[in-house]
């Protein structure tokens, strides 16, 4: 009589895909999750430049405070640890975040 011993179970190669699966969608979730949260530091960012760029638009009517007294004063800063200064035209700008417009791109001159 032959017996038949049923295996229970998954193979050494069912289980390497089921964790290659895995390591792929936790990957993918992860960079979703840095791009969310790169998403989010922009947005705090730009309000924490309009609450200042307001402060300094009325320090700038009164003329007694500084844009450093300012930024001193509110405790602004970057969630990206970048720093805040003083633009063209009194804007605020971030060194991580803003996008500098209008400035030409040396290798397009003619
Ligand atoms: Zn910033």
Do not use: W
């Amino acid at each position: 009589m032959i017996v038949i011993k049923k295996e229970h179970g998954l193979t050494l190669i069912e289980v390497l895909l089921v964790i290659s699966i895995l390591v792929i969608l936790v990957s993918m979730g992860f960079l979703g999750m840095r791009r969310l949260l790169h998403e989010a530091e922009k947005s705090v960012c730009m309000t924490e430049r309009r609450s200042l760029q307001q402060s300094d638009t009325l320090a700038n009517h009164e003329s007694t405070i500084s844009f450093e007294e300012i930024l001193i004063s509110t405790g602004a800063q970057c969630p990206s640890g970048g720093f805040y200064y003083l633009g063209n035209d009194h804007q605020i700008l971030c060194s991580i975040h803003s996008e500098i417009e209008n400035e030409e791109v040396p290798y397009l001159k003619r």
